[in-house]
Nanobody
Framework: VQLVESGGGLVQAGGSLRLSCAAS????????MGWYRQAPGKQRELVAT????????NYADSVKGRFTISRDNAKNTMYLQMNSLKVEDTAVYYC???????????????WGQGTLVTVSA
């Protein structure tokens, strides 16, 4: 199972970006997906999570009201719409998924390679 992120880039403060994360490879029944980020010199932190069955979401306080996480179950894809971006949102954003690899009936936690988001003043 692989996670492939896209959508990062450079944007001015106040602008918007949309990140995508697609799961591919071995059939994978996803329970939950999430976005994490790591800024230079800081620890990786949770941004938002979403359950695939009920669409229950959870956000870090720092992004509430600005970021929206969503998913497309049919495509095994998750999105993060980021609005009103701030300089402090600059980080490498990582996609994470937890679920069952169907062919092996094994629970896995998978990480993407990360995508860089840079917000300029």
């Amino acid at each position: 199972v692989q996670l492939v992120e896209s959508g990062g880039g450079l944007v001015q403060a106040g602008g918007s970006l949309r990140l995508s994360c697609a799961a591919s490879g071995s059939p994978f029944s996803i329970n939950v997906m999430g976005w994490y980020r790591q800024a230079p010199g800081k620890q990786r932190e949770l941004v938002a999570t979403i359950t695939f069955s009920g669409g229950v979401t959870n956000y870090a306080d720092s992004v509430k009201g600005r970021f929206t996480i969503s998913r497309d179950n049919a495509k095994n894809t998750m999105y993060l719409q980021m609005n009103s971006l701030k300089v402090e949102d600059t980080a490498v954003y990582y996609c994470n998924a937890g679920g069952v690899e169907i062919m092996r009936d094994k629970y896995l936690e998978v990480w993407g390679q990360g995508t860089l988001v840079t917000v300029s003043a």
